[in-house]
């Protein structure tokens, strides 16, 4: 498998993994005693998953871009054998002549 994923695939993956952090942060928060302030594992998940979730968010953001470019673009472009016909049409009515 390549290195990079399409945009479908690496939407999916950022869905998961936000599902995941979203899933251990009420897992901490739920077992948290006390000011939740003062829970350094609190508070490390959370700092950590901050972090991770906007890259996941920045990342989602150019799958969706790249999407949304791939789309455009092949709404401009011919089928693949239109060009191909045209060329096959006209020579064969160069040769007719």
């Given at each position: 498998?390549?290195?990079?994923?399409?945009?479908?695939?690496?939407?999916?993956?950022?869905?998961?993994?936000?599902?995941?952090?979203?899933?251990?942060?009420?897992?901490?928060?739920?077992?948290?005693?006390?000011?939740?302030?003062?829970?350094?594992?609190?508070?490390?998940?959370?700092?950590?998953?901050?972090?991770?979730?906007?890259?996941?968010?920045?990342?989602?953001q150019i799958a969706q871009r790249t999407e949304k470019k791939?789309?455009?673009?092949?709404?401009?472009?011919?089928?693949?054998?239109?060009?191909?016909?045209?060329?096959?049409?006209?020579?064969?009515?160069?040769?007719?002549?």
């Amino acid at each position: 498998m390549s290195a990079k994923l399409d945009p479908t695939l690496q939407g999916a993956e950022n869905a998961r993994q936000l599902a995941e952090i979203e899933d251990k942060i009420i897992e901490v928060l739920s077992g948290a005693e006390g000011n939740i302030l003062e829970n350094e594992t609190a508070i490390t998940v959370i700092t950590a998953s901050k972090t991770l979730s906007n890259d996941i968010n920045q990342k989602q953001q150019i799958a969706q871009r790249t999407e949304k470019k791939v789309s455009c673009q092949s709404c401009f472009q011919a089928p693949p054998n239109h060009a191909n016909a045209t060329r096959k049409g006209l020579n064969w009515s160069l040769s007719a002549l």
